[in-house]
């Protein structure tokens, strides 16, 4: 980002003049253009846009650097070719720039099944609901000359859980200890934020634990990626679950890895103990770690597939955890920052 808070002006050709647009890439970007840059104000064809095009977006000009990737269940990381990453040529900021792209199927979960599709609209209707709210991505939607709805979303750098809770390598116990407190506060904190976004009537849609990032700036953990739609708000909370195991587990601990680095404790465990969402993987953890405090524990057993006391809403979770904290001592110990009322 630029500390220069007067952004230079175009000329009076407007943001597309060729020298301006070359000047600036060269002076944010470090790349140089040659040749006639490339102006893109349709977005429609996402698989032709490359880095070092130049998107005109409700004026604004910014330079493609790349696309965006994602990893999933131990895939190597594949290339998002609707979503780009892009800097501002006005102001040198970073954006994730989300061009439209549509997508539906179903999951399944204990029997049920969600019907889901990736939805601009949505999205964009999320981000104007939580434009003040501090544990969600900010941004906005703009129309290209295509009519396709673009969500123009600030950059986060930090990593995200999943990544944050993966590069830790202190035993559990010690993770318990040290670690927990601060990651469970503000995992609390992402909480409430689903909670206030079903309040509004709105889901998230994609609840998953790389799409938390903790923000190496402000501090807070910020929910990203909300472009799916569901027919219910049951899947997010679901999907809460998935996140409050990988954070209470250190990890995830599933039935395969405990066969080979703890095969003595399968004896006390059965379908019951599973993830109703993932069944290979352990959600009654306290069968592995005892050391775990029970109050935790119990929210597990929850979201797990022989529980009988699921949780029907996100502020119910909310109430839980935070009275299970307050229990444990830990707001004091916990460091997330925290909107005022």
Not at 188 to 193: L, Q
Not at 315 to 337: E, K, T
């Amino acid at each position: 980002m630029l500390d220069d808070p007067s952004p230079p002006t175009p000329p009076e050709g407007g943001s597309q003049d060729s020298e301006f647009l070359r000047k600036r890439a060269l002076e944010v970007a470090g790349i140089e253009l040659t040749g006639e840059p490339r102006v893109l104000r349709d977005t429609s064809n996402f698989m032709a846009i490359d880095r070092g095009d130049i998107l005109e977006l409700d004026g604004h000009p910014y330079l493609v650097r790349g696309n965006e990737r994602e990893g999933r269940f131990g895939i190597d990381d594949q290339p998002k070719y609707w979503v780009k990453r892009a800097v501002s040529l006005l102001n040198g900021q970073v954006y994730i720039v989300k061009l439209v792209f549509l997508e539906s199927f179903s999951t399944g979960v204990n029997g049920e099944q969600y019907a889901c599709e990736r939805s601009a609209q949505k999205e964009a209707q999320v981000l104007d609901a939580v434009r003040f709210h501090p544990n969600f991505m900010h941004g906005r939607g703009v129309l290209d000359e295509g009519g396709n709805l673009v969500r123009i979303v600030d950059f986060i750098e930090g990593p995200t859980l999943l990544e944050y809770v993966g590069g830790l390598t202190m035993p559990h116990e010690q993770y318990v200890e040290e670690t927990l407190p601060q990651l469970l506060a503000q995992t609390h904190d992402c909480i409430a934020g689903i909670a206030y976004l079903h309040s509004e009537g709105l889901c998230h849609g994609d609840i998953r634990n790389d799409h938390i990032i903790l923000d190496d700036h402000s501090g807070w953990a910020r929910w990203i990626d909300f472009d799916f739609t569901r027919p219910s708000l049951a899947f997010d909370v679901w999907s809460l679950g998935n996140v409050l195991n990988c954070v209470l587990a250190k990890g995830f601990v599933s039935f395969h890895g405990l066969r080979t680095s703890r095969p003595e404790v399968l004896g006390r465990m059965s379908d019951d103990d599973a993830s109703a969402f993932f069944p290979h993987r352990l959600m009654n953890l306290d069968k592995v770690y005892p050391h775990l405090p029970q109050c935790l524990s119990a929210i597990l057993r929850r979201f797990a597939s022989g529980s009988c006391a699921r949780y029907e809403r996100a502020d119910q979770i909310v109430d839980d955890l935070g009275a299970c904290m307050h229990a444990l001592g830990w707001w004091r110990r916990g460091s997330s920052r925290r909107p005022h009322a």
